[in-house]
């Protein structure tokens, strides 16, 4: 039987996958930033920042708004726990199954 994933888990995936995005939303969690402050510590373009952006934008990792020039950028929770909670389910799993191993040696 397979399993089929929401496409919205796929994306979130896919935008943690990058370590630049990563560092990008590890900075976010100070509070919203605009995109040139994001691009700096990464020693990136704004134009290369602004697209990475834009991926954890399609992922709903971020969101952006846009001051006059300035495109403010934070951190949006819900995407995060949604791959929390499918990580939790298989971190469950894998805990069951080693503890029913441990079982087993232990009855030997």
Known sequence: MVVKEPPALD????????????AMLRMLTDGEQNISSL??????????????????EQAG?????VRGRVHLVRIQPKALVQANEWLEFYTRF???????????????
């Open 61 to 65: 990792l971020v969101a952006r708004r």
């Open 11 to 22: 994306r979130v995936f896919q935008a943690l996958a990058n370590p630049s995005r990563r």
């Open 39 to 56: 691009a700096e510590p990464l020693q990136m373009s704004f134009e290369g920042a602004s697209k990475h952006v834009r991926v954890l």
């Open 94 to 108: 894998w805990n069951q199954q080693m503890d029913a191993l441990e079982a087993m040696f232990d009855e030997e």
